[in-house]
């Protein structure tokens, strides 16, 4: 008995001398989910999209097509001195989800950031080279608005903006085209055994002055055959210029890219399978990439209206081989921006594109859609973001 109340005595001084430490770890982790949910920044978009496609008779006769388009969701977050950043998007059933980035961020010193996981390829103009909604070729072509697996160094020193970036691989496998970025896609099986490897990008821009950027990007990496088990390659080129005078902007930009793929006797090396959103296409392996976009903001502030752009966006992709016709788009549209709430109306001219007009889709890039005819679609979006 005397030694059940020596432990009794033990456990209840054990109990008196840990109850606050306990307590303080309680409210330790309380203040730091607390901090955690403090830190925490929630993102997204709802977007809905009303068109009408010349080349559909159908949607034409019935006055367009007003749709869901998209849903997205992304957070932002940081403990200590690491930061999370990622966003996931649902898109109409035709379309599918998919991750858009996911990545893990840190500062390595005050002017430079490292970045590792699914993030945007340093390459062109940044963020978009584009207004519309419909973007330009060279989205579609895998070079704007591109997300791959990889590490990423960003610095600032001075006027200069320097990234360098190597890429294992896209932002998906590389035989799902089920995928937000358009990358180079293999059959499961199929002549088509392509797939993008150990890229390499640097982006070089210089301010000029506050709002006007002159800059170089190139990129190299490996094109594997899983057929041939050979390694190609991947090149490509880019000068940029943007710029802001006034209410005036200007986008330009020059491009080169060339595909060289070691594919077995009787698959072409003309061209290379793209995909993306589900869909698989051809593409010319080598050509010339010309944008040219204007834009300019009128005068016009008040009421719910907080901004009104006007914008016409050009690109063409010249191809080198002599059988292919060369693929062209042009948007003329009209942004408004009420509060969180952005609305783009647009009209799109194109030739020889991807879904845009009656001919082959999976064939346009390429050697063309088999019409060469100019189709347009007339397109507003609607877009919430928060």
């Known amino acids: 008995m005397q030694r059940l109340a020596t432990l009794t005595g033990q456990s209840a001084l054990m109990l008196a001398l840990l109850t606050p430490l306990a307590v303080q770890a309680v409210d330790q982790t309380l203040d ?17 999209n009303y068109t009408v496609q010349d ?12 749709r869901f388009n998209a849903l997205t969701l ?13 966003q996931y998007r649902w898109y109409d059933a035709a379309n599918g ?42 989205l579609y072509l895998g070079f704007n608005d591109d997300y791959d697996s990889g590490v990423k160094v960003l610095t600032k020193s001075g006027r200069w903006d320097l990234q360098a970036a190597y890429f294992a691989s896209g932002d998906a496998s590389p035989t799902d085209p089920q995928r937000f970025s358009f990358d180079v896609v293999s059959d499961a099986s199929g002549p088509q055994q392509n797939q ?3 890229q390499l990008n640097l982006r070089a821009a210089y301010a000029l002055q506050e709002r006007a950027e002159a800059g170089v990007s190139v990129q190299y990496g490996g094109l594997y055959n899983q057929t041939t088990r050979g390694m190609g390659s991947v090149a490509a080129a880019a000068l940029h210029y943007t710029a802001s005078y ?11 890219y060339v595909y060289s793929a070691e594919n077995p006797a009787g ?40 901004q009104v752009r006007l914008y016409n966006d050009w690109n063409r992709v010249y191809k080198d081989h002599a059988g292919f016709s060369d693929s062209q788009i042009n948007t003329l549209g009209i942004m408004v921006v009420t509060g969180e709430l952005y609305t783009n109306f647009d009209i799109t001219s194109a030739r020889n594109v991807p879904f845009i007009g009656p001919g082959d889709y999976e064939t346009a890039f390429a050697a063309g859609d088999g019409s060469n005819g100019r189709h347009t679609f007339f397109n507003i979006q609607l877009g919430y973001y928060f």
């Open 32 to 48: 730091e989910r607390v901090s955690a949910l403090e830190d925490l920044r929630i993102s997204g978009s709802v977007r809905l």
């Open 246 to 256: 006034g209410r005036f902007g200007v986008e330009t930009q020059l491009m080169r």
């Open 55 to 66: 080349w559909n008779d159908a949607q034409t006769d019935r006055g367009g097509d007003f």
């Open 267 to 306: 698959v072409s090396r003309s061209s290379v399978q793209l995909g993306g959103f589900g869909a698989t296409y051809l593409a010319a392996a080598k050509a010339n990439m010309v944008v040219f976009n204007l834009s300019y903001d009128l005068p016009w502030e008040g009421g719910i209206v907080d």
């Open 97 to 138: 989800a998919m991750v858009h980035h996911a990545y893990f961020a840190t500062d390595l010193t005050e002017q430079t950031e490292i970045q590792v996981g699914i993030t945007k390829v340093p390459f062109g103009i940044l963020p978009y080279e584009s207004h519309s909604y419909w973007s330009d070729a060279s």
């Open 74 to 86: 992304g957070i932002d977050t940081q403990h200590r001195a690491v930061r999370l950043s990622a």
């Open 196 to 198: 993008e490897t150990h």
